[in-house]
C-alpha cells in the first residue's frame, strides 16, 4: 500500500477477454489499494481441484473454453463475497460474464448497500492473445509467472522466486481452447460493456502496452472511482 487506503467498500470490475491481464492488473490494484481480487477463474479451479459437485459440473465446460452455467458461477461467488475480508473492497476478475450475471451482480451489492464504483474493460489486440497465454506457465509452488516467448527464469525449469522446479500449464490455454474463449468472451461478455457503460461507470484502457503504465492508468482510475 502506498497510503492510498479507501474508506468505503469499493467494488471494481475488470473486463476483458483471455489474456488481457485481469489478473496481473488485479494482484497489483490489490496491493496497491488494500482491495480483495476475487477471480471467479480461480474460485472455479479450486472447485475442480477440490472435486466439489459445482467443480465437477464446472470442468468440462472450462476444458473446452465455453463459459460455465451463470448459477454456478452466481453461487461460488456470493459466497466468497459474503467472507468479512470483501468488506475491505473488492476487484472483480472475470465476473459477470453475461447479462444475466451483471443482474445478480446488482441485486446482490443492493442487498449489502453497496454499488460499482469502475468498471474497466481492458481492450486489446486478440491475435496476440493467443499467443500471450498458450506459451504462458506457472511456478507449481509459489504461482510466480512465465512465458515461452516474454519471461523465462534465469535457470531454464526453475523458479526464480521460490527455487520450484515443478511448473504448470493451465488445462485451457492450449492455443485451440483460447480461439472458443475468446469466441465466448465475443459473444456473450463484451455486450457488457454496453452495459457498464449506460450505467456511467465504464473506462475503457489500451491494454497492448507495458504492464507499468497500464498499472499507472488504472491505479489513476480507481482512485477517481472511489472518491466520488
Ligand atoms: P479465467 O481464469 O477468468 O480466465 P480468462 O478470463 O480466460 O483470463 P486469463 O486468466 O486467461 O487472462 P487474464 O486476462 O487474467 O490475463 P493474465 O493477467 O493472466 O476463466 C477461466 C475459465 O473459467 C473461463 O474460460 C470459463 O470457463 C470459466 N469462468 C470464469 N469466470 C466465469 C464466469 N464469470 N462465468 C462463466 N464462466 C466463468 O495475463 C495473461 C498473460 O499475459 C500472462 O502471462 C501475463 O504475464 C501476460 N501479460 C499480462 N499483461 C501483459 C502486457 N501488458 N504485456 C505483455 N504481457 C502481458
Redesign the pocket.
Known sequence: MDGQTITAAPVLILL?P????????ARMLEEKFGLVQL????L??AAVAQGTEAGKQ?KA??DA????S?DI?IAILRDRLAEPDCAQGVIL??????TV?AQALDTLLAENGQRIDAAIS?EVDDAAMVT??SG?YTCAACGE?Y?DD??QPSQPGTCDKCGGTQMKRRA?DKAETVAS?LE?YHAQTAPLIGYFDDKGALTRID?????GD?AADMGAIVKTATAR
Not at 18 to 25: I, L, M, R
Not at 93 to 98: K, L, N, Q, S, V
Open positions: 476483458g483471455p489474456g488481457a491481464g485481469k489478473g496481473t492488473q477471480s471467479t477463474g480461480d472455479l479451479r464446472a465446460v472450462m473454453g465455453g463459459l460455465v451463470d458461477v476478475d472475470g465476473f459477470p460474464r453475461t450475471q481492458l500471450r497465454i504462458r509467472g512465458h516474454f519471461k485451457d474463449r465466448a491494454a497492448m502496452g507495458d504492464i497500464i
